[in-house]
C-alpha cells in the first residue's frame, strides 16, 4: 500500500511539475522567495493594527513563535523521515524541471515552505474575528500558491506539501488554543 502511494506521488509530481513555461518560472521562482511577501506580511500587519488597535500586538507577537515552531519542527521532521527531493532522487532527477537550477538540502518531508504557509494562514483563521474573511481566503489562496511552487520547482512531492500543510495548520491550532487560554486565565482582551 505504501509503495503504491508512493508511486502515486511521484506520477503526479512528474504531471505538475511538467506543466511549464518561461513565464510560469518566473512567476514561481519568486512566488517561492520568501523576501517578495514582506509587504503582504506588513499589510497584514497594518490590518489588525487599524481593527485592534494595541491589542494586535498579543496577535502579530506570537507569530515570530509561530513560525519558529512550523519551521524548526519541519525541519526536524526531514531530517528524521529523511525522504529524498524529487530534484535528488537518483530515480527521478533526469525528469525534474529545476527553475535556475535551485534543488534545497537532500530532505524533502514535510515542506517547510508548505508548513509556514499554511500555519500562518490557519493562526490568523482561528485568532482574528470573521471580519478577516476576504483576507483569510486571500491567504489560503496564498498558501496554496506557495505549496504548489514547490512542487513546480521541483523540491517536494505533492505529499510533502500536502504533509507540510497538514503540520502547519496543527502547530496554528495548538498555538492559537494555548494562547486563549493563556489570555482567558488572565483575563486578557485580544481581540
Known amino acids: 500500500m505504501l509503495s503504491s502511494l508512493e508511486n502515486i506521488d511521484r506520477e503526479l509530481f512528474v504531471f505538475l511539475n511538467g506543466m511549464h513555461n518561461t513565464f510560469a518560472d518566473w512567476v514561481m521562482y519568486y512566488a517561492s522567495e520568501k523576501w517578495v511577501w514582506i509587504p503582504l506580511y506588513l499589510f497584514i500587519a497594518l490590518l489588525l493594527i487599524r481593527r485592534y488597535g494595541v491589542k494586535s500586538l498579543y496577535i502579530i507577537l506570537p507569530v515570530s513563535l509561530l513560525i519558529l515552531g512550523t519551521d524548526q519542527i519541519s525541519v526536524a521532521i526531514k531530517n528524521e523521515i529523511a525522504r529524498y527531493r524529487p530534484c535528488h532522487n537518483l530515480d527521478l532527477m533526469q525528469l525534474v524541471h529545476k527553475v535556475e537550477n535551485h534543488c534545497g538540502g537532500k530532505f524533502g518531508f514535510v515542506s517547510s515552505h508548505s508548513t509556514n504557509a499554511f500555519g500562518l494562514f490557519a493562526y490568523l483563521g482561528f ?61 486578557i482582551s485580544y481581540v
Open 127 to 187: 485568532m482574528i474575528d470573521k471580519r478577516f474573511k476576504p483576507l483569510l481566503i486571500v491567504l489560503f489562496f496564498w498558501a496554496c500558491l506557495q505549496a504548489y511552487s514547490r512542487i513546480y520547482l521541483g523540491v517536494h512531492y505533492p505529499a510533502d506539501v500536502i504533509g507540510g500543510a497538514i503540520l502547519g495548520i496543527t502547530i496554528a491550532f495548538v498555538l492559537s488554543k494555548l494562547l486563549k487560554w493563556i489570555y482567558s486565565k488572565y483575563n
